[in-house]
């Protein structure tokens, strides 16, 4: 689900806590190390996704926040700001020249730079926190 934040909105917030749970508290994110990635360059994106990336030929941006039962990936696009929801069961991560997020039928890939190799750290990060929430789940089979 691809929402328009960029303005406050009661609905928004609501809907981000239902779908990929609750920001950690400042607490646990000093634990964590951070729950932010830093801003990645958006190499190509799915085509049902054009509509929230700059039509001139501008660079486009993004970053990544872990929740606890999901992530939200925020993109500009001029003075606009969208925000992805993508719940653990529904990410599928792919490390292909740079890395992969798909979802929902969307994909976004980010560049292999300067700025996605800064982010290694980030990827472990969320790679396990997904693997944890998925563990919850685990069924026997018989």
Same mark, same amino acid.
């Given at each position: 689900?691809?929402?328009?934040?960029?303005? *406050?909105?009661?609905?928004?917030?609501?809907?981000?806590?239902?779908?990929?749970?609750?920001?950690?508290?400042?607490?646990?994110?000093?634990?964590?190390?951070?729950?932010?990635?830093?801003?990645?360059?958006?190499?190509?994106?799915?085509? =049902?996704?054009?509509?929230?990336?700059?039509?001139?030929?501008?660079? =486009?941006?993004? =970053?990544?926040?872990?929740?606890?039962?999901?992530?939200? $990936?925020?993109? =500009?696009?001029?003075?606009? *700001?969208?925000?992805?929801?993508?719940?653990?069961?529904?990410?599928? $991560?792919?490390?292909?020249?740079?890395?992969?997020?798909?979802?929902?039928?969307?994909?976004?890939?980010?560049?292999?730079?300067?700025?996605?190799?800064?982010?290694?750290?980030?990827?472990?990060?969320?790679?396990?926190?997904?693997?944890?929430?998925?563990?919850?789940?685990?069924?026997?089979?018989?």
């Amino acid at each position: 689900m691809i929402l328009n934040t960029t303005h *406050n909105n009661k609905e928004h917030k609501q809907i981000i806590s239902d779908l990929v749970g609750r920001s950690f508290t400042l607490l646990e994110s000093l634990k964590m190390k951070g729950i932010g990635s830093k801003r990645m360059i958006i190499g190509e994106v799915s085509p =049902n996704f054009m509509s929230v990336l700059n039509s001139v030929s501008d660079i =486009n941006y993004a =970053n990544i926040e872990l929740r606890k039962n999901g992530i939200l $990936i925020f993109i =500009n696009k001029g003075l606009q *700001n969208f925000t992805w929801l993508i719940p653990y069961y529904q990410l599928v $991560i792919y490390k292909t020249n740079g890395a992969s997020i798909h979802a929902q039928g969307k994909f976004i890939h980010f560049k292999n730079n300067k700025t996605f190799k800064e982010n290694k750290r980030f990827f472990d990060k969320m790679l396990n926190e997904k693997i944890r929430h998925d563990e919850q789940y685990n069924f026997q089979y018989v």
